[in-house]
């Protein structure tokens, strides 16, 4: 019995050792196969695998946002529309910047901008040349500058799109950026004028009367002048002779010479505007708007010029019949306020003050009859941005009022044997002032001119005119008198 169990035993024992010997070939036959290149044998489908990474997130939909920066740290302001436009009175400095939101969808993105204007005074854009440009690869935006799209005065509206690759659009900015460029404007003073009278009329038609500072008359943006006298014809005189009846009448085609030397608004607010009555005055108004010049000066009316993309009101006051009043504070603070509401730059054209050169300084008070400082403070109270004055027939000093000019006096400029012109009364000048499209002042200069023969106006090249206009200013003003450069220039 035991024997018989010890031989069922062996027998096991051998079973055993053979299957383990036919695993071992097996597994060994299976590294040697992958090592020679043999495909293993395929894996049951059934049994369980590791499980894929998941897929990244779709991005959103791209957009696209502009707007502008003034310099690299200013705020970023959207100026949305034309409603929304920015206003500048220069694009120097300031960067139109675009915006990439996801970051990921503008890299290496090419953007479309599509650029349109208005000019000053239009109401319609007009489309411009598009401009092309790359998003950075590492960023979600990119700068341009502004100089290199806003190039003149107006509206610019620029919109910018997306494309992809392939050239499609992907993303547009919600509403155009839009900025609006008011670049400073200088206007332009010259007193008393005459293109001719019963004293005679200059020769050649008077086309040779502003020869000698055409120049000068044609810098300015905006060139005023004061008009003594009549472009009529007919009409009673206002006085009837005595040595101080002075009636000028010059024919209605005079006219032309005024708008030839560079003239653009005539302020008749004198005591010469009515010299042949109300009819004349009304035919001296056709005359210059046959020439395209403005007439100013008129009771209670503003004149509104538009100089690039800023509207300058032009009034007119004096002590004499058929003006505004100017000894009325009344009146001017009413004139010069409805002006303000109406312009961005605001004149105000004087003729008052004790004439000749007993008339050289402005007193404080009566000024022949008329309080010409109060006058003229009370014009810079109702919003008046500069008071040029003619009237005294000399030159007379400049005083800074709440940081605004009054000229009260560039004298004498142009005529013809009707002036007395000798010492004092043959000084005179242009007055060029530069304005932001606010109104304030941020230049200011005095181009002296010297009256020869029966009243030509010439350049004074000596500086005479210059000094004796900075003194005065000294001697009245004290510390808001005005101070001098060698060049005229002054603040």
């Known amino acids: 019995m035991t024997f018989v169990r010890t031989r069922a035993k062996a027998r096991a024992l051998v079973l055993a050792r053979s299957l383990t010997c036919a695993l071992v070939l097996a597994m060994s036959a299976g590294v040697t196969a992958q090592a020679y290149g043999v495909e293993p044998a395929p894996v049951d489908p059934a049994s369980p695998a590791d499980p894929a990474p998941p897929a990244p997130p779709a991005l959103p939909p791209p957009t696209l946002a502009s707007g502008m920066r003034d310099g690299a740290s200013g705020p970023f302001v959207a100026c949305a529309g034309l409603a929304g436009a920015c206003t500048v009175g220069t694009p120097r400095g300031r960067v139109l910047e675009l915006r990439a939101t996801p970051p ?95 004293y005679g009329l200059p020769p050649n038609g008077g086309r040779d009367q502003f020869s000698f500072v055409d120049q000068l008359l044609r810098a300015p943006e905006l060139m005023i002048g004061n008009y003594e006298g009549t472009l009529s014809r007919g009409g009673a005189s206002r006085c009837s002779g005595g040595p101080l009846c002075f009636i000028f009448q010059a024919p209605p085609e005079r006219a032309r010479n005024l708008r030839d030397a560079g003239f653009d608004v005539m302020n008749l607010a004198n005591n010469h505007g ?80 004790l004439e000749g050169a007993a008339g050289a300084h402005v007193p404080h008070g009566a000024d022949y009859g008329t309080d010409t400082r109060g006058a003229t403070h009370t014009a810079i109270d109702a919003g008046a941005d500069v008071v040029f004055g003619s009237g005294p027939h000399v030159v007379r000093g400049i005083e800074r009022y709440r940081d605004r000019y009054i000229v009260y006096s560039s004298g004498n400029f142009a005529g013809w044997h009707n002036f007395g012109i000798g010492g004092l009364t043959a000084q005179s000048g242009v007055v060029r002032m530069t304005f932001d499209y606010r109104g304030r002042p941020t230049a200011a200069a005095w181009d002296g001119v010297i009256l020869r023969g029966p009243g030509i106006p010439h350049v004074d090249r000596s500086g005479d005119v210059v000094r004796r206009v900075a003194a005065l200013s000294r001697e009245d003003f004290g510390r808001r008198g005005v101070r001098f450069t060698r060049d005229g220039s002054f603040r």
Not at 149 to 161: K, N
Not at 284 to 298: D, E, F
Not at 322 to 333: A, D, K, L, Q
């Open 274 to 353: 009515l010299d042949k009555g109300a009819d004349a005055r009304r035919q001296t108004v056709a005359a210059l708007a046959r020439v395209g010049i403005a007439s100013a000066g008129l009771p209670g009316r503003v004149t509104i010029v538009r100089v690039q993309d800023t509207n300058v009101g032009i009034v007119g006051m004096s002590p004499y019949p058929g003006t505004t009043n100017m000894r009325s504070s009344t009146e001017i603070f009413a004139l010069v306020a409805d002006a303000r509401r109406r312009a961005d730059v605001v004149v105000v054209a004087m003729h008052a003050g």
């Open 104 to 198: 990921e969808s503008g890299a290496g993105a090419t953007v479309v901008l599509e650029v349109s204007w208005r000019p000053p005074g239009s109401r319609r854009l007009r489309p411009r040349a598009p401009r092309t440009m790359m998003l950075g690869a590492d960023a979600a935006g990119a700068t341009i500058a502004l100089p290199t799209i806003v190039q003149a005065a107006g509206t610019w509206c620029i919109r910018a799109r997306l494309r992809d690759a392939a050239g499609t659009v992907v993303a547009s900015t919600p509403a155009a950026t839009c900025v609006r460029w008011r670049p400073p404007i200088e206007l332009g003073w010259a007193g008393d004028i005459v293109v001719g009278s019963h």
